[in-house]
């Protein structure tokens, strides 16, 4: 890893350099925003803005991790009340979370972080890679159960690129699975894209989870998700991420998904 890269990291905590957009989750039945996933960009004094993509394995690998996911927690947290006390519509916001920051610590920093912000944990929904179950899913299950316990939301991230078995899929304690954007590329003109998603569909309802497609950019796709009973959305075909003014206005008119 790139030395000046960590250092920089480091002075961009202290400096507050990072700010968060949201964007939408769609309900497929009634085409209602019902969640907005927070999304971290880097506001480098030299690049401009950097995109996770471009830093977070930086962070990964240096041990900042744990420190920029506590802000983005507690940031998003209070960033959700504040949208609720202007009378908007109540959604989730959710937050992705690295299988780093799943340590003994990790259950009370939640707790504080919707008790000090005064958002009600039911509005915060916490996104895991398939990645983390492999390496310590009992583990990983005992702190997903304490927050279930208390109504966080559980969502299984980037479904289809990783471990994933029949097995996680019946006994990890998650609401929501989350299709991977890259399968939406090739969905319109790969019938076996297509069965891959009803197939987890199918999946997701024995297991009483909702699906959630990351990405969708088309009308096509759109139809695709809709022909094979997806719940869920998110993509640029109904919005962008957008800044806080943004979510707040496109909740204040009602937008919906036709």
Not at 30 to 52: N, S
Not at 182 to 200: H, K, L
């Amino acid at each position: 890893m790139n030395q000046t890269v960590r250092i920089e990291l480091g002075i961009a905590l202290e400096r507050g350099e990072f700010r968060l957009e949201y964007q939408p989750r769609v309900d497929l039945q009634v085409g209602r925003v019902i969640g907005l996933e927070a999304l971290v960009r880097w506001e480098h004094p030299d690049r401009g803005t950097m995109l996770p993509r471009e830093f977070i394995l930086a962070a990964e690998e240096s041990g900042l991790i744990k420190p920029l996911g506590d802000w983005v927690l507690r940031t998003a947290c209070a960033q959700n009340k504040a949208w609720q006390e202007l009378g908007l519509p109540r959604v989730l916001v959710a937050v992705n979370v690295s299988p780093s920051q799943l340590d003994q610590r990790f259950v009370r920093k939640v707790k504080d972080a919707v008790a000090e912000t005064g958002l009600e944990a039911k509005y915060l929904q916490l996104e895991l890679t398939e990645h983390v179950w492999p390496s310590d899913l009992k583990r990983a299950e005992e702190i997903l159960a304490e927050l279930i316990e208390i109504d966080v939301q559980i969502a299984v991230d980037n479904f289809g690129t990783g471990y994933a078995s029949l097995a996680y899929l019946r006994h990890i304690p998650a609401q929501v699975i989350n299709i991977d954007r890259r399968w939406m590329q090739d969905v319109t003109g790969d019938p076996t894209t297509a069965e891959f998603i009803n197939s987890v569909v199918s999946l997701a309802r024995a297991f009483d989870k909702k699906i959630l497609a990351e990405g969708v950019e088309t009308a096509e796709q759109l139809a695709i998700l809709r022909a094979n009973g997806c719940d869920q959305m998110q993509g640029f075909l109904f919005s962008r991420p957008l800044p806080p003014d943004g979510v707040a206005e496109l909740l204040r008119q009602g937008r919906r998904l036709h």
